[in-house]
Nanobody, 124 residues
Framework: QVQLVESGGGSVQAGDSLRLSCTASGRTFSNYAMGWFRQAPGKEREFVAG????????ISADSVKGRFTISRDGAKSTVYLQIDNLKPEDTAVYYCAARSAPYSSTDRGQYNYWGQGTQVTVSS
């Protein structure tokens, strides 16, 4: 089992930045590729960004490229999502997920473990 705990969400203004954190425990962090997803009210959960086991390769959704950056710190068993120039349409609950595979995936069904989510609310 892997336990994932997200933090760093909040209520911000458009144009602000946030850094979300997701700390893992229970299993060897380096065995898992990681991903961030988000779910807005009334919408399906969507992929935002992913990172391979070593942190050398990332993927991100077209809608967030240039504003969202995913990274990981193996020593802290933590994956981060840096969000810059926030927009009202970024309002959602953000979830991190772990996949027992070398690379991340855009398919939420490919992930084995999920955190409880952290709310991000952006006002204009």
């Amino acid at each position: 089992q892997v336990q994932l705990v997200e933090s760093g969400g909040g209520s911000v203004q458009a144009g602000d930045s946030l850094r979300l954190s997701c700390t893992a425990s229970g299993r060897t962090f380096s065995n898992y590729a990681m991903g961030w997803f988000r779910q807005a009210p009334g919408k399906e959960r969507e992929f935002v960004a992913g990172l391979n086991r070593s942190g050398s390769s990332t993927i991100s959704a077209d809608s967030v490229k240039g504003r969202f950056t995913i990274s990981r710190d193996g020593a802290k068993s933590t994956v981060y999502l840096q969000i810059d120039n926030l927009k009202p349409e970024d309002t959602a609950v953000y979830y991190c997920a772990a996949r027992s595979a070398p690379y991340s995936s855009t398919d939420r069904g490919q992930y084995n473990y999920w955190g409880q989510g952290t709310q991000v609310t952006v006002s204009s």
